[in-house]
């Protein structure tokens, strides 16, 4: 009986110490499982945004294996900035086992080009016959609008460059397709170039006005001398702007079409009225014309408006000062920019129009 304890017992401590040395030796993947399977996006090409480069946003890298995943990561992570280059990310993914499996690819942030070309769009109805006067805009490729005009326009822009080009509908004349690609009915086009290109909208022809004339805006004081540098909006005739500019400028607009023309004030020099309507005060102003037009704000040049900051040491001799005669001190004081040509705010602006 004694005898058969004793076995027990040393089966038991044996079977202990076996438990106990397993328990202590290191853990080992599973040789039977193999590492998770990932998958990366194909190779990325992007323009920069900036002179640093891009901020790129890729797609979720996937993985798959014998064990439940427990974890993805990338490095550059989605979002990041990426300069001008190419630059590898790298990826793993780890399994449940402790089984890591990698892949990795490439994001090329291509270097701003360096060389210019011109892109002309035209554009014209189902005919072929021009029309003059639609509102074109250059953009970005993420849609910053760059500058705006009026057909036909040629733009300066960069090779290999990627632009947006959009046209636009004037009531019932409306954007059909671009000519080359006459199953393209979208009137906004990303265009690439290399040489100089020309691109043609055609427009169903419907109605309305298919010409163009330009109108001028002029300013002056109130005894004819340019001031020029003033502030002119072209807005349409519900008061949407569509340019801006500063005098003298000359637009291009369509005939027989209510545009809006608005002259700004500049600290002291206050628009007083219209050359053409001595009655009309309003600084806004609706206009329709079928011919070239020039336009010429009259600003009042009370309250020393062309001084400039110079002290008026003699002012009985305004008048002949406004004539640009030198006064007592041999000065022309207030008006000494002007007869000199030097009537230009757009050089001097430290305050903002108003």
Request: hydrophobic share 30%; aromatic share 8%.
């Amino acid at each position: 009986m004694i005898e058969h304890s004793c076995r027990i017992y040393a089966g038991l401590v044996a079977a202990i110490l076996l438990v106990s040395i397993a328990s202590s030796m290191p853990h080992f993947a599973s040789a039977a499982t193999s590492p998770p399977v990932i998958t990366v996006p194909l190779p990325i090409t992007v323009f920069p945004t900036s002179s640093e480069g891009a901020l790129v946003t890729y797609l979720n890298v996937t993985a798959t294996g014998d064990e439940p995943i427990s974890q993805v990561s990338c490095n550059p992570t989605s979002g990041s900035l990426f300069h001008i280059g190419t630059t590898t990310v790298n990826c793993t993914a780890t399994d449940a086992a402790g089984n890591i499996g990698s892949g990795s690819f490439t994001i090329t942030v291509m270097p701003p080009s360096q060389t210019s070309t011109t892109l002309t769009v035209n554009t014209q109805d189902s005919n072929g016959n021009p029309i003059n006067g639609m509102r074109v805009w250059l953009e970005t490729y993420s849609g910053d609008v760059i500058t705006q005009a009026f057909t036909p326009h040629t733009f300066t822009i960069k090779t290999d460059t990627p632009y947006k080009v959009v046209l636009a509908n004037f009531g019932s004349i409306v954007f059909d397709h671009w000519q080359d690609q006459a199953n393209n009915t979208d009137r906004h086009r990303i265009i690439l170039v290399d040489s100089d290109t020309t691109l043609v909208g055609v427009y169903s022809g419907q109605g309305g006005s298919t010409n163009a004339s330009e109108l001028t805006v002029l300013s002056t004081d109130s005894n004819g001398n340019p001031i020029n540098g003033m502030r002119v909006w072209l807005e349409t005739y519900s008061g949407d702007v569509i340019t801006q500019a500063f005098t003298p400028h000359t637009f291009t607009i369509k005939t027989d079409t209510p545009y809006k023309v608005v002259l700004a004030n500049f600290g002291s020099i206050i628009f007083d009225h219209w050359q053409d309507q001595a009655n009309n005060t309003d600084r806004h102003r609706i206009i329709s014309i079928n011919s070239d037009t020039t336009l010429n704000g009259v600003y009042s040049d009370q309250d020393d408006s062309h001084k400039k900051g110079k002290k008026d040491t003699d002012k009985d001799d305004d008048d002949k000062e406004k004539k640009c005669e030198p006064g007592k001190n041999d000065k022309y004081e207030k008006y000494e920019h002007v007869c000199n040509g030097d009537i230009d705010i757009t050089k001097w602006r430290g305050r903002d129009a108003q």
